[in-house]
C-alpha cells in the first residue's frame, strides 16, 4: 500500500505533539543504540538523534516512500526497510521508540513483550499509540463503508479497535520492567482548512480504504465520510475545527544488571 507523505505530514505539527511529550518521558543518559520503529518520515527520528548525538540512531519503517523522504534529509541516520511485526535488533537496544506505529499491528500480547525482551539492562521501551477508535471521526469510517455501493469492496477490510486500554498493557509488562508508566492524553486539536477531519484520517486510517477503490468509488466514499464527520466536527465561527484527539503512552524499563 503506498503511503502518501505529504497528505499525512500536512498535520506534522500536531502529529509531533505527541512524538515530544513521549520523548521528553524517556530516562537514559548515553544511549548507544537506539531504533525508532514507524520511522516515517524521519522528523521524530531526528530529534532523538539531536537528543543523543552519540548513538546510533536507526529509523525503521515498512513504506519505501516514506523512507526515501526520510534518508535525504538525514544521512547520518541509518534507514531500514522491515516488517515492524517481526522485527528485532541486531544489537540489543538501549533504546526502542514507536510514535504512532504500532496500531497497525496486531498481536499486542506477543509484540511488546517481545520488543521489550530485546531491551539491552537499563534499557527503556517508549510507545505512543493513537486510542481514538472510538470517537466520530473513526466511527464515521465504519458507518460511510456501509452505506453506499462500494460496502462489497470495503467492508473486509474494516478492523476493530486495534489499542487495547492501559491495564492490558500493564499486565503485559509489570513483572518484567523495572519501572513502568502509563498514561493517556487527550489533545484538543485546533484545525483549520476545508473538511479538516477527513484530511487528518485520509492520511491514516482512511487511506487504505481509498486505496482500494477505482476514482468514481473513491471520490464517492470520500464525499459521503466527508459529510459525516463535517456534522460530527463542525467548523465554528472563527473558521477552525475543534478535534480532540486521545492517545496512549507507554514507558517501561528494563531492570539493570
Not at 534529509?73 to 540489543?92: K, S
Not at 466514499?221 to 466527508?226: G, L, M, N, S, V
Request: proline content about 9%; glycine content about 6%; charged content about 25%.
Amino acid at each position: 500500500m503506498p503511503w502518501d507523505p505529504a497528505q499525512y505530514m500536512k498535520f506534522a505539527g500536531h502529529r509531533l505533539r505527541p512524538a515530544v511529550d513521549l520523548l521528553s518521558r524517556i530516562d537514559v543518559a548515553n544511549p548507544a543504540e537506539i531504533y525508532d520503529l514507524g520511522a516515517g518520515a524521519g522528523n521524530v527520528t531526528r530529534l532523538l538523534k539531536e537528543r543523543w548525538p552519540n548513538a546510533r540512531v536507526t529509523g525503521v519503517d515498512e513504506s519505501q516512500e516514506m523512507l526515501a523522504k526520510a534518508a535525504t534529509g538525514a544521512p547520518e541516520i541509518v534507514w531500514q526497510r522491515a516488517d515492524l511485526a517481526t522485527w528485532r535488533p541486531l544489537r540489543p537496544a538501549d533504546v526502542i521508540y514507536s510514535n504512532a506505529a504500532f496500531h497497525w499491528l496486531g498481536d499486542h500480547d506477543r509484540l511488546f513483550p517481545a520488543l521489550f525482551s530485546a531491551l539491552a539492562p537499563g534499557g527503556v521501551l517508549a510507545v505512543q499509540m493513537p486510542r481514538n477508535f472510538s470517537a466520530p471521526s473513526h466511527t464515521a469510517i465504519t458507518d460511510a463503508v456501509r452505506s453506499g455501493p462500494w460496502r462489497p469492496k470495503l467492508e473486509p477490510l474494516l478492523r476493530p479497535a486495534p489499542v487495547a486500554d492501559s491495564a492490558f498493557y500493564y499486565g503485559l509488562l509489570a513483572q518484567r520492567a523495572a519501572a513502568l508508566d502509563i498514561w493517556e492524553t487527550e489533545y484538543l486539536q485546533v484545525l483549520e482548512g476545508e473538511h479538516p477531519v477527513k484530511e487528518w484520517t485520509k492520511g491514516t486510517w482512511l487511506w487504505p480504504l481509498l486505496d482500494a477503490l477505482d476514482d468514481p468509488e473513491r471520490n464517492g466514499f470520500e464525499a459521503y465520510y466527508a459529510e459525516l464527520v463535517a456534522r460530527a466536527y463542525p467548523r465554528r465561527a472563527d473558521g477552525r475545527t475543534l478535534f480532540p484527539f486521545r492517545r496512549l503512552f507507554i514507558v517501561a524499563k528494563a531492570r539493570p544488571d
